[in-house]
């Protein structure tokens, strides 16, 4: 029996990048430690198993058990005890999202899953490891250099590294001044902020600002048609009383629109016009009251009313 590294969590692989044990999956492999000839996924090219995984210091570890009762496993076998094979390889998840950038400007994949591992002759050369999509598919080597090609070339602060749970969207790292960080709502200087809370704080502000304006909007018109019902009401009643002429109701209405509380003081310094019964001393009628039957016709309906039933003789007169 031989042990073997899976990995190395120190050394760079052959795409560029180093992979942390700590944040390989372990549980799918563990559930069946398949151990491949050179990953090839058939049922002929299984040479065994792995037993005792384990990580020891930086390297992920595990022991051969070969299948003794199929020839080219037990062929395989020898050549690893007379130590002429020494070389493994995993297979794993690959998603260029949980890769993280250090400060010396390499790479680590954070987080991924191993599938199988398989017995290679060359560990060294690009068969040392076998990239899977997350559909389980298997990536070519150009594949998996094309998206290690979009990922950032330079890393100047540690804090602006991306993250695995929140990847990077191409922005650039925000670094933002107190007053700034105020002025976007943040009370205090919150720690580690990156862009991403800051785009989201602001897509936050934008919507909560679209709903006030909404709101106010809507408050507004409620507003204006509720003055627009009071004027009238108020202006249908000082015609009515004979406070002012239908003429001058739009007078009165440009003041109400204006300064309401101005025209209601305006109208209560105005007397009412008496009824005809109470004009005892006043038979002539009021002045303003219509002489002709065109003048009649001038008023609005609700004045002609009030016109018949306050001064029934001089609606008489007039239709004389």
């Not at 058939?42 to 003794?68: Q, Y």
């Not at 790292?173 to 107190?178: D, Y």
């Not at 897509?203 to 009238?232: I, P």
């Amino acid at each position: 029996m031989a042990t073997f590294v899976l990995n190395d969590e120190n050394v760079v692989n052959c795409y560029g990048f180093r992979i942390r044990n700590a944040g390989i999956d372990l549980a799918r492999f563990k559930a069946n430690p398949v151990m491949l000839d050179d990953h090839r996924n058939s049922t002929d090219a299984v040479l065994g198993r792995w037993k005792n995984i384990r990580i020891e210091g930086s390297c992920l570890l595990a022991d051969d058990d070969f299948d003794v009762e199929d020839e080219r496993a037990n062929k395989i076998k020898g050549k690893v005890d007379r130590g002429m094979i020494k070389g493994c390889s995993m297979g794993i998840s690959f998603d260029s999202s949980r890769m993280e950038r250090k400060p010396d400007d390499s790479y680590e994949l954070v987080e991924s899953e191993l599938a199988e591992a398989s017995i290679v002759a060359v560990p060294g050369n690009a068969n040392s490891l076998r990239l899977y999509a997350t559909d389980g598919t298997v990536l070519s080597s150009e594949a998996v250099k094309l998206q290690l090609s979009a990922l950032p070339q330079t890393a100047t602060d540690p804090n602006l590294f991306p993250k695995p749970e929140t990847p990077s969207k191409g922005m650039k790292g925000a670094n933002l001044s107190f007053n700034a960080l105020q002025a976007l709502g943040f009370q205090s200087v919150p720690e580690n902020v990156d862009d991403m809370a800051i785009s989201t704080h602001i897509e936050t502000t934008n919507a909560a600002l679209k709903a006030a304006q909404t709101e106010n909007a809507a408050l507004k018109t409620t507003l204006a048609d509720t003055q627009k019902a009071v004027s009238k009401g108020m202006l249908d009643r000082a015609v009515l009383s004979g406070q002012i002429l239908e003429t001058e109701r739009s007078h009165y209405e440009k003041l109400a629109a204006s300064d309401m509380d101005l025209c209601i003081a305006t109208l209560a310094k105005i007397p009412a016009k008496k009824s005809l019964g109470n004009q005892i001393d006043n038979p002539a009628g009021d002045a303003s009251d219509p002489k002709t039957m065109e003048e009649f016709q001038k008023l609005s309906h609700e004045a002609q009313l009030a016109f018949k039933n306050n001064n029934p003789a001089g609606y008489k007169k007039i239709l004389e």
